[in-house]
């Protein structure tokens, strides 16, 4: 005997018990294994939605304000004309874009080389822009957005000399007078590269190539975007192997470690590139 209808319903149930005990298991292991258990997935979301709350971008937005620390120094990126007390530059000019992008206007805050982490940790802006270089030791405390340029350090130095300081080898020797400006990724390339050469600091770096053009001091070693701007400004200065720098470098955008401000700034950098809206303003300052 195989039973009436009734048997075969009764199959049919336990058939279909088992399929819905086997897919609530399955459930359970994915959620187990990539998230934890289900009350892990839910219990961060009160979190998660006053962190939203406090986001600086929404600040930003609420307040229709960018602020955004440059040092003004550091051509082609951001320079400050001591004349008119305007910034300019490829980073400045992306500022204003990126405050349009957030409908807010861009105020600039004049920070240094030495002091932009102390700034930072002040909370005295909400990006820093104007040719930053990635390290590690800034990443300890703040983040970076995307990057947007390889870099790396090079040579630059009289026309003249080109031979003779194109090798670290060739600069690090007793006599070589090394100039660099301080509180950077310069002055730590520097350091840790020259000991017999005559490392020499410049406080100003607004008129630190002005130091190498008149003989006052043979070599520096700077970002390759920085020497190849500096030998289009002046003639007698050779950038040596800008596109074979030493090291590899890459310039982006210092943050706080704020997910939305960064996630934002990220979208806005690379509708940006995608766009040709990124190559129309640097093409007017990398050459």
Known sequence: MTGGPGTARARRRMHRDRR?????????????????PIG???????????????????????????RVATTGDYRPFTWLDPASGRFSGLDIELAENLAQALGAHVVFVHTSWPTLMRDFEAQTFDIAMGGISVTLERQRKA????????????????????EKFA?????????????VNPGGTNERFARNHFGAA?????????????????????????DASEARY????????????????????EKAYLLPRDPALKAFVDQW????????AFSAIAERWLK
């Open 143 to 162: 983040w970076f957005s995307a990057p947007y340029l390889r870099d790396g350090k090079t040579p630059i130095a009289r026309c003249e000399n080109r």
């Open 167 to 179: 090798t670290l080898d060739q600069i690090d020797r007793a006599g070589v007078r090394v100039i």
């Open 269 to 276: 950098l690379h509708i940006a590139m995608e766009s040709g």
């Open 40 to 66: 892990a997935v839910l219990s961060p979301l009160p979190a998660l939605a006053q962190a939203q709350t406090a986001s600086r971008l929404d600040d930003i937005i609420a307040a229709g304000r960018l």
């Open 198 to 222: 005559d490392v020499r600091i410049h406080g100003d770096n607004t008129t630190i190539f002005d130091e190498i053009a008149s003989g006052r001091a043979d070599v520096m070693v700077t």
């Open 230 to 249: 500096q030998q289009m400004l002046r003639p007698e200065l050779c950038a040596l192997h800008p596109d074979h720098p030493f090291d590899f470098a």
């Open 20 to 36: 819905h005990r086997a897919a609530t298991a399955w459930l359970a292991a994915m959620l187990l294994g990539v998230a934890g």
